[in-house]
C-alpha cells in the first residue's frame, strides 16, 4: 500500500467519523427537542448540511464539492461559539429569574452549570475542525476543475 493509499483511506475514516458524529448529533437534538425556537434550528440546519455536502463530496471528489465541504466545516467552527453563547445567555437570564439575590461567583457557577449545556455546542466545533482536517493539502485542491 502506497502512501497515497494510506492517506486516501486515513481520509476517509476521518469523513466517516464526520458523519456517524454528525448523524448522532442531529438525533440527540431530537431527544432533547431542540426545537423551541429558531435559533435552535441552525444546528440542525448545519449538520444536514454537513451531511449532505459529505455525501457530495465523498461521491464527487472534485475540487467544487470539496470547496463546499470546506465551507460548511467553517460554519460549523463559527456556529460552535454562538451557540456556546446563546446557551451562555439562555442560563444566565433563567438563573436571573429563578433567584434575581445570587450574584457573583455564585450566580456564574449556577449559569455555567444551567439547564442548557454550555459546552455541548462546542461539538459543531470539533466537526468542522475535523471535516477541515480531512481537506488539509487534499488533492482535489490541486486538480483543474474537469
Not at 440527540?28 to 426545537?35: A, K, N, Q, R
Not at 441552525?42 to 463546499?68: C, E, N, Q, Y
Not at 460548511?72 to 433567584?99: Q, W
Request: cysteine-free.
Amino acid at each position: 500500500m502506497t502512501t497515497d493509499d494510506m492517506l486516501s483511506l486515513l481520509r476517509r475514516g476521518l469523513l466517516v467519523l464526520l458523519v456517524i458524529g454528525a448523524t448522532g448529533l442531529v438525533a440527540e437534538l431530537v431527544l432533547l427537542e431542540h426545537y423551541e425556537d429558531a435559533p435552535q434550528f441552525i444546528p440542525f440546519g448545519l449538520l444536514l448540511l454537513t451531511l449532505i455536502v459529505t455525501a457530495w463530496h465523498w461521491m464527487d471528489g472534485k475540487k467544487r464539492s470539496l470547496r463546499a465541504f470546506q465551507t460548511v466545516m467553517l460554519l460549523l467552527v463559527i456556529a460552535g461559539p454562538i451557540g456556546m453563547f446563546l446557551h451562555l445567555k439562555g442560563n444566565y437570564a433563567a438563573e436571573r429569574e429563578f433567584d434575581p439575590s445570587v450574584l457573583g461567583l455564585d450566580l456564574w457557577l449556577e449559569v455555567i452549570r444551567g439547564e442548557a449545556p454550555m459546552l455541548a455546542p462546542g461539538t459543531l466545533v470539533q466537526f468542522g475542525l475535523l471535516g477541515l482536517l480531512y481537506a488539509y493539502r487534499h488533492p482535489a485542491l490541486s486538480k483543474k476543475e474537469d
